[in-house]
DNA sequence: ACGGCAATCAGTCACATGCCTTAATTTTGC
DNA sequence: GCAAAATTAAGGCATGTGACTGATTGCCGT
């Protein structure tokens, strides 16, 4: 049957693995919904033109099998983050504990990277936006994060706390994309490292999170 | 022959004015690729299903006609925005100026509007990304405003000032399309107005710009 | 009024895609 | 080992697409 996320046998799961590598490769680099399930069967070596079908269903599955596999792997490092931050009160604390999961993740994946490229396009495109934003709420310590973020601003009235909350995901989505675009281009990235870039963007959430708020007119 | 900006009959220019407005909403409503030429121009009215490369060519110089439309529009508030903030050396008066005239066009628009959502879409595809950023460099006024910005921030390193200019657009460009996108699903906009939209944006870009620099480590 | 020409319409063709069917091959449960 | 299930291979079919062609309409200046 459809493979749902049940164990199979080990063949399987490693043309599974592939072919959600080689979509992620794909989809980042061509778009999400210029890159057909055709192509991205044979791109994998799959002699079959509907293994995409076969094993995930539709597209829609795939795009969520990709960004489950790269949510796994980042929940790790968003865990040990939490040890060290929990029961802080800063909020720059807990911005870095936001940032440097995804950003390590992406260094420790060695060069070049297409996760952030293809998340970005996913959050971006009208068919999958909610889907990404669904399985986002999936990450125990992800939600723990913004919680303990939520409380060191007590303060903040709760429509700016959501505009902002909206504009942080925002901006860390898409200046990690940003950078690994550059990368792969060529082109001069305004951040010498992932650690560098990762300190740019935890500055700038912080600045962002603790702007004061001014009421209107 | 292929209209190319030059002047034609009005029956053209209308039916141009009508593809780009049809093709504007349709990208925004489900997805730039995912919508073909052929669809475009029916859903335009047009019995000839080749109307797109008849007056644009490919889809890529429509999509660069709706951006060129709108920037159009929203130059004149730009300029008259500039007019006011001109010879500030106040950093929340520049970021204003960069952030008020594309909410006020959205808001003079009527409701429901489509050009935010169309331009992140459009910015976040590979296939057009490079184009939207070269068509925005069109801009004197949005020019003038950045370098503005930047002499009230003499102090900032030239690579953090990159990096804030990229995330400064991107968080712009993504959060009226988080708005605009809330309007038309009926979900509740985290913002009650556009007004109210653009102030938390220029509250929260101000924080960031002004934000401390860090060093690393 | 009328002839030229831009603009629109209508139909066609080659091609890619998604989905389906069938067969071959591998893995699993026993 | 062996039968059954799972996986991969291979090809076909209907549909939608971009590009091309020729016919038709309607506006323009003379």
């Keep these: 049957m459809t493979g749902n996320g049940v164990e199979r046998t080990s063949r399987a799961v490693a043309t599974r693995q592939l072919i959600i590598e080689t979509a992620e490769r794909l989809f980042a680099e061509r778009g999400v919904t210029a890159v057909s399930n055709r192509q991205v069967s044979e791109a994998a070596g799959q002699g079959n033109n509907t293994a995409v079908g076969y094993h995930f269903g539709g597209k829609a599955d795939l795009v969520r099998a990709i960004v489950r596999d790269r949510h796994q792997r980042v929940e790790h490092l968003r865990e040990e983050t939490l040890a060290q931050v929990r029961g802080s009160v800063t909020v720059r604390d807990w911005v870095a504990a936001l940032v440097l999961p995804t950003t390590r993740h992406l260094a420790d994946s060695g060069s070049p990277t297409w996760f952030a490229r293809f998340a970005a396009q996913a959050a971006t495109e009208p068919a999958f936006a909610a889907m990404i934003t669904e399985e986002a709420l999936n990450s125990p310590a ?17 429509s700016v706390r959501q505009q902002r909350a909206e504009m942080a995901r925002t901006l860390m989505v898409h200046t990690v994309a940003d950078r690994e675009r550059a990368l792969a281009d060529g082109t001069e990235p305004s951040a010498e490292s992932w650690d560098a870039a990762a300190h740019g963007l935890i500055d700038a959430l912080t600045g962002m ?5 001014t009421p209107l007119h």
Tied chains: 1, 2.
Excluded: H, S, Y
């Design 209 to 213: 999170w603790t702007a004061p708020v």
């Design 142 to 158: 992800l939600n723990e994060i913004r919680t303990g973020l939520d409380a060191c601003l007590p303060q903040l009235p709760r």
